[in-house]
């Protein structure tokens, strides 16, 4: 008897994927691969959360990933964008198919790092001890990236993933190397999901509201995303599209750090002429993440405090109670801001008691998500920016939809990223 085929899916991760997006762009449209429809996002919709959310068809409450980062209470200290795969609580929807055979692969997707699958590839710099690092990624198996790289014709460039250089050249290489790996007989997998980054940063820079801006990074995105759906198809695969936000226009930022540090609630130490952040006697300390804080209250009787704080601060929204996203991991308070406003972290007053590592890009040593690398501050010493003026997009308010498009036959139309996951699994879990 001859046995069916296996189900082979690919599934494309689109960063800030919008209606709005792909109707600036009749290329992108067309390079979808069916009719595109609206999609909730989670709360609070953020990279990390919505990949996990998708990948455990749970919402932040049951999986944990509130934020892009963390606030280690034990420790005293955040992190942002930390990859280990244990970050996420929870089953995936793959483990059935797994365990019936099915092989999984994850591309550039968020604490991917001993995740539960066969491949992975993901950027993995090493900080060299004297200053500058050596640009790498990690892949399982170890064979994966370079020859990845031999295919594609040169290695993945950080600088083209984050920073005042990051560009359509990291979606181009991320949809180049998943279309390279399914013309791969003996390595492509069953199911296979992807990550396609640039669309968020021009959008971060430009807003969504510069129509012309908008359908060039549209445009751009078009191009890679029709070769790689085009090679899925070719290598007899289905094909999902869905993003994790729609992107909003940015007029002010809200620094709720500065203003719990003026009202005596977050302690700073001096160092030279800069001030560094010292969180064993802060009392309470905002870990920030576009139009999302967390606001961890370290000192119970300070809860009267923090809320008259922040409460009046102009671009603030609501401040929830943790009954809001329920989790561990999750402030005391949630701050929201108002549809055209963000949170940046720093806490001084002057540029010049800015930390050192505010110039720069350092995504895991800041305690908070800091849009400003997307810029230049000045060329010689190289430096970014820290004028947050220069932000014209930021997201994070659960209102807006993304999109999604399939050529799937779902069983349901999904209410949300969770439900989109939930989906999935039903569609792998009847199909060969």
Known sequence: MTRPARTRLLIVQTAALSRNVVEASPALEQALPGIVSDLSPVFPALTCPAQASFRTAAGPALHGVVANGRFDRVLCRADF???????????????????????????????????????????????????????????QPPDLYPRLCD??????????????????????WIAAAAGELLRIPEKRPDLLLCYLPHLDYDLQRHGPDDAARLRGAADALAGPLHRLVTAGREAGYKVL?????????????????????????LETRRVGRRLYLDLYRSRAFALVDHQIAHIYVRDPSAVGAVCACLEAAPGLDVLLDQAALPHPESGEFIAVAEADAWFAYPWWESPGEAPDFARHVDIHRKPGYDPCELFFGQLLPPAVSLNTAKVRGTHGRPEAPACFATDIDLDRCPADIADLGACLRAWLDRTP
Request: charged share 20%; aromatic share 12%; net charge positive.
């Open 151 to 172: 295919r594609v014709g040169g290695p993945f460039r950080l600088r083209s993933y984050w920073g005042p250089l990051a560009s359509r050249r990291s979606t181009e």
């Open 241 to 265: 599209v869905w993003g994790d936000y729609a992107m909003a226009p940015a007029r002010r930022a809200v620094f709720p750090n500065a203003l719990l540090r003026r009202a005596g609630l």
């Open 81 to 139: 964008w930390e990859q280990s795969a244990a970050l996420v609580a929870g089953a995936r929807i793959w483990d059935g198919f797994r365990q019936r055979g099915g092989r999984v692969g994850m591309l550039f997707w968020q604490q991917s790092l001993g995740e539960r699958v066969d491949l992975v590839l993901s950027p993995a710099p090493i900080h060299k001890h004297g200053g500058g690092m050596i640009e790498d990624c990690y892949s």
